[in-house]
């Protein structure tokens, strides 16, 4: 059965507290390439049938009204996971 992957992210003007926690630790591990952690959210919406264009735009829907809070988050992609 196809797999609908829906990523959310906070938004980017927006302190991410637990991402700033993640950047600290890897800070004082050392030696790492990574300046900066942003957590967010990935939903799996398993699919009865197949996907076609109207399957991702309910699946784009309801990541905006249910999935996400517009207010703090931003929908960043709504795709078919690889198979």
């Not at 609908?4 to 600290?24: F, H, Q, R």
């Not at 905006?64 to 931003?74: A, F, K, M, Q």
Request: glycine share 8%; hydrophobic share 50%.
């Amino acid at each position: 059965m196809p797999i609908i992957v829906v990523e959310v992210m906070p938004k980017a003007e927006l302190l991410d507290p637990a991402g700033k926690a993640v950047a600290g630790a890897l800070a004082r591990l050392g030696g790492t390439p990574f300046s900066d952690v942003r957590i967010g959210k990935r939903f799996e919406l398993t699919v009865d049938g197949p996907v076609d264009d109207a399957t991702l735009a309910a699946a784009r829907e309801l990541a905006d009204d249910l999935l996400s809070n517009s207010v703090i988050e931003d929908v960043v992609s709504v795709r078919v996971a690889d198979e």
